[in-house]
């Protein structure tokens, strides 16, 4: 029986051009998106995978 649940988390973070991307509070996620990926200058991704016992932080 396995008693471990597994988690994946993939980020990806990315250098802009500005230090700040101009926007309203109440803009859309396709606008930001579009903001950041004009201004990017590079980007990274990496996975981190990772177990813990069930039954703690919402495990089944």
Do not use: I
Not at 10 to 21: F, I, N, Q
Request: aromatic letters at 6%; a positive charge.
């Amino acid at each position: 029986m396995n008693t471990k649940s597994f988690a994946v988390n993939v980020y990806d973070p990315c250098s802009l051009k500005t230090d700040k991307l101009e926007f309203s509070a109440d803009a859309t996620a396709t606008l930001a998106g579009c903001m950041v990926n004009a201004n990017r200058v590079g980007r990274a991704s990496f996975t981190a995978r990772h177990c813990r016992p069930r039954g703690q932080l919402g495990g089944k």
